[in-house]
């Protein structure tokens, strides 16, 4: 996650205008929470629940990232819960 230091991490997109292909594409930038992520575009793994992918995570006036992960739920998985 080194390049993720001198990346660009200006103008991160909203949280709520994300989409599953920001998530599995390198460099999305967004913000959520106080913090900003940058994304990497590498899966991690994926299962019954949905697929994993690594990120850095950036807080307010932080310069080093943090490794951190997202996931993206199956809505199959979701509806389920709705429904138990």
């Not at 001198?6 to 292909?21: H, R, V």
């Not at 690594?54 to 709705?82: C, N, S």
Request: glycine letters at 12%; aromatic letters at 8%; proline letters at 6%.
């Amino acid at each position: 996650m080194a390049d993720s230091k001198t990346t660009d991490w200006a103008n991160p997109k909203k949280f709520s205008d994300l989409s599953t292909c920001d998530l599995e594409t390198a460099g999305t930038v967004f913000s959520h929470s106080g913090h900003t992520y940058r994304t990497t575009g590498k899966k991690l793994g994926h299962g019954g629940m949905g697929s994993v992918y690594l990120m850095a995570r950036r807080g307010p006036g932080e310069t080093i990232p943090q490794p951190v992960v997202g996931k993206i739920f199956h809505p199959d998985y979701l509806l389920q819960l709705k429904t138990d």
